[in-house]
């Protein structure tokens, strides 16, 4: 399976970035996409390292058809945004 999670902030310390990391890390047997939309720290791309990281600071409506993931989650992200 591939997730894709979507994040609003960059940053490893807190917030949506970490829950994503936990998802990811409880999900040890999937392929993993995050996309953040603003630029991740230096510590979020290391402790991301086992996932593909993208910076994506505006929508891109075509994300689904660009990572084709089974399933998408959206981290404090209204559907509308544009990630679908």
């Given at each position: 399976m591939h997730l894709l999670?979507?994040?609003?902030?960059?940053?490893?310390?807190?917030?949506?970035?970490?829950c994503?990391?936990?998802i990811s890390r409880a999900l040890c047997d999937?392929?993993?996409t995050v996309v953040?939309?603003?630029r991740p720290t230096p510590e979020t791309r290391a402790?991301?390292?086992h996932c593909r990281v993208e910076t994506w600071p505006t929508r891109r409506?075509?994300?689904v058809d660009v990572f084709q993931p089974d399933?998408?989650?959206?981290?404090?992200l209204p559907a509308r945004v544009?990630?679908?």
């Open positions: 999670q979507v994040c609003n902030v960059g940053n490893i310390c807190g917030g949506t970035a970490a994503a990391w936990t999937w392929r993993h953040f939309r603003s402790a991301f390292a409506p075509l994300a399933v998408v989650l959206l981290h404090n544009g990630w679908q």
